[in-house]
């Protein structure tokens, strides 16, 4: 029941909204890397995202029986969400008490950040979800080794890295109960030892792959900004998505941590170096690494739960009143609530403004369009994979053609579209052409590669009309008629 409720909430909370709010970038990447064949996967590994393959066949497997719905690419990251929070009341529970990990579950549910990592087809919930999880099999390991806890273990931290190899940063951790355990129990001492470091490193050894490879396609994440001091002090407001509920948690966990240190200064260490080892980590190694981003710290979110849990316990305890706990966590998740609400609301729409509107732009063009239309995306180079996305129903003589590429000269499996060399034959028979773009000028056709297929397009078709959609437009192109 400890578990259960937990779990129940935060579903509940996780599922509300879970469609309403478009596909993003990112998202249509899984869409994509899921949809392929196995062997189209394993080409398409070979060149970008390798560390996620492990995520795209789950999520492979899974739209092959649920579908590909907005609701069904992120029902499992719901899942996961859920499932955290399930795991964190546990771990409260072997920390603290019962009461502590309770409070802890439900608080998760509170954390904006939850829901939105909870509704969005990515591993970032299922990178918290094993992170939780190994940290509670280690606790169990510690408390009676054995093989099979151990094994068990090892295999949630293998689920780690397969999740998301950052969040294997929470080893440091692990390795501080593991020492403390080893320091404290002189009996089972070479136990804990051998069987933490032969579960540890069995668990890393078989990542190695996902961290080599990974370490080489590197670049595909060269775009996350520097870490200036400007960053840094973002960085908790947006952890948490939500600068009150970033102050809730710093306030009641740093406090927290302070104060556990006088009771159980392993606990304390422990969770402190889970909250801050990650982030100052990759600060401090962001030129080689770039991992200072909050999404990719999200693992750390837990830990900074079950200390501000146990703030609220200790509170409940020197109340000594009956009913003292119930009434301080329903005040603190009410007042969570109402402070967050705003982004509470925010993540569950399409008004998020670093975001394209593929969905209502494509929408536009599915009502307008005739049989024989083009369409030419410009700009932002994956923008035809969120159209692609919204038309996926559509069979394909019922879709604007995708004019001015080569598709026979561009796998399957990649991202990378290869531009027609001959924009006149590419066009030829094309009445009208949808041009979407993304370039913020309003000049759509400045962007296209090469040139000449702009040149093409001008001196062929005239503008008919234009119409804005957040950060993109749609211009309707007509051929000119003859002189």
Known sequence: ???????????????????????????????????????????????????????????????????????????????????????????????????????????????????????????????????????????????RPSALRWLCYGLAVAWVAASHLVALMALAAHLVAVAAAARADRERRRRILVGWAAAAGSAVLVSAPLVLVGRGQGGQISWVPDPTWERVQQFPAELFMSPAAAGFFLVFGLAALAG??????????????????????????????????????????????????????????????????????????????????????????????TEFGFRSAAAFIRVHQQPGDAVVFTGYQYAYRGFRYEWRDLPPDRRPREALIDASRAPSWSWRQRACQDPAACLAGTTRIWVVSTDPRGLPLDELLPPEQGTVIEARYDKIGETSFPRLRVTELRIKSAP
Do not use: N
Request: glycine share 6%; charged share 15%; proline share 4%.
């Open 1 to 143: 029941m400890l578990a259960a409720v937990p779990f129940a909430v935060t579903l509940v909370v996780t599922l509300i909204g879970i469609g309403e709010r478009q596909l993003w970038r990112d998202e249509h990447a899984t869409w994509w890397a899921a949809s392929l064949s196995f062997a189209d996967l394993r080409r398409f590994a070979e060149t970008v995202d390798f560390v996620l393959v492990p995520y795209y066949v789950l999520l492979h497997g899974w739209t092959a029986v649920f579908g590909d719905s907005a609701v069904a690419l992120r029902l499992p990251s719901a899942l996961c969400m859920a499932g955290a929070a399930a795991l964190t009341a546990l771990v409260g529970r072997r920390l603290f008490d019962a009461t502590a990990g309770l409070f802890a579950g439900l608080l998760l549910a509170a954390v904006p950040a939850v829901t939105r990592y909870g509704q969005e087809a990515r591993p970032y919930a299922m990178a918290v979800l094993a992170s939780v999880a190994a940290i509670l099999l280690l606790l169990r390991a510690l408390e």
């Open 260 to 353: 556990l240190a006088f009771k159980d200064r392993v606990g304390a260490a422990m969770l402190a170096v889970w909250v801050l080892l990650p982030p100052v980590l990759a600060y401090y190694t962001f030129h080689e690494f770039s991992f200072f981003y909050p999404r990719y710290l999200l693992f750390t979110i837990p830990a900074w739960v079950l200390a501000a849990a146990y703030a609220l316990r200790r509170l409940t305890a020197e109340a000594g009143a009956r009913g003292a706990g119930a009434a301080v966590l329903a005040a603190t998740l009410a007042g969570l609530s109402f402070a967050s609400w705003d982004q509470q609301v925010l993540i569950r729409g399409d008004g998020i403004l």
